[in-house]
């Protein structure tokens, strides 16, 4: 899962930031307005945690210019103002949530997967693809019943696709967000692909010319 860290305290963002990619997210970090609007308008994000006291531009219109432009990916905001005043104020301009400094990582990793869940359609961890089970929270799959041992980067493959809901992803569209700015070429998505159905089955993850790959018997 790809997520866009706004944050311009310099020593909070590398401390979110290593415990965001501790927990399996691909993040995309930045400590100014300018620079955030522009990422969130030109890219693909499954979330967005975004401070408000930003130089250039804060971090309120931010969000309104990208409400208002029709970008749609879950947001959280963070800020060292607490007021039931403010977090309304953040609410009507388009946030999903609200967490006030200072606060537990723990408690924002917690949020910001409800958040993709409820964004992707989901309201539990777990996800079914026909014989395949994955537990996001987690981290883990099981294949029949049966563990299955996979590397961080092939559970963010199959992550993607269960969170694409049945919408077939392209090769780029998976490099991108496997690897967020160093992205993977098509031949190394395929190479991924194909070690992945040596792992589950070569039935589980089906490929649509033209298209790209989807997971079979997706439950809803």
Not at 130 to 148: C, E, H, N, P
Not at 183 to 190: H, Q, R, S
Request: proline share 4%; hydrophobic share 45%; net charge negative.
């Amino acid at each position: 899962m790809r997520v866009l860290l706004v944050e311009d305290d310099p020593v909070i963002g590398a401390a979110l930031k290593a415990s965001l990619e501790a927990a399996g997210f691909l993040v995309e970090a930045c400590g100014d307005g300018e620079r955030a609007w522009a990422l969130g308008s030109d890219e693909d994000f499954d979330a967005v945690i975004l401070d408000l006291g930003l130089p250039r531009l804060d971090g309120l219109s931010v969000l309104k210019r990208w409400r208002q432009e029709g970008r749609a990916m879950p947001v959280i905001i963070l800020s060292a103002r607490g007021s039931w005043a403010e977090k309304v104020e953040g609410i009507e301009a388009g946030a999903d949530d609200y967490l006030a400094k200072p606060f537990e990582p723990p408690e924002l990793i917690a949020r910001l997967r409800g958040l993709i869940r409820r964004a992707a359609g989901r309201t539990g961890n777990v996800i079914t693809a026909g014989r395949l089970s994955l537990d996001l929270f987690r981290a883990t799959a099981t294949y029949d019943g049966a563990q299955v041992r996979l590397s961080p980067l092939e559970f963010r493959l199959l992550d993607l696709l269960a969170n694409a809901g049945g919408r077939p992803l392209s090769a780029g569209e998976l490099g991108e967000h496997l690897h967020g700015t160093d992205m993977l070429d098509a031949n190394a998505v395929e190479a991924l692909v194909a070690r992945l159905r040596r792992k589950i089955g070569s039935e589980t993850i089906e490929t649509r010319r033209g298209f790209g790959y989807v997971l079979r018997d997706l439950a809803p």
